[in-house]
């Protein structure tokens, strides 16, 4: 996440699904890293399942809640999609 952050072009929206979602909640090591990158422009966009699931939804520290058509819409017009 430090070198999204420091290195051209950002990317429009990072999408948290599955465990992921656990990166954008309170206690996460990386929730600055994610402030910093929202605070640029870049949108995380949250799998509210996803949270549901895993009980965080009162946890969510960065980025905006979605559902799963928002995930795939995103992939969708995403010109380059990366999996982590």
């Known amino acids: 996440l430090t070198l999204i952050g420091d290195a051209g072009p950002l990317p429009a929206k990072i999408l948290f699904y599955t465990d992921g979602v656990k990166l954008a909640c309170h206690?996460?090591?990386v929730v600055d890293l994610l402030k910093a990158l929202e605070k640029k422009g870049v949108?995380?966009?949250l799998c509210k399942t996803c949270l549901d699931f895993f009980g965080l939804t009162d946890r969510v520290a960065v980025?905006?809640?979605g559902g799963m058509p928002d995930i795939i819409e995103a992939m969708q017009r995403a010109d380059k999609v990366i999996s982590l």
């Open 27 to 29: 206690g996460s090591p």
């Open 63 to 65: 980025g905006v809640v």
């Open 43 to 45: 949108e995380l966009v």
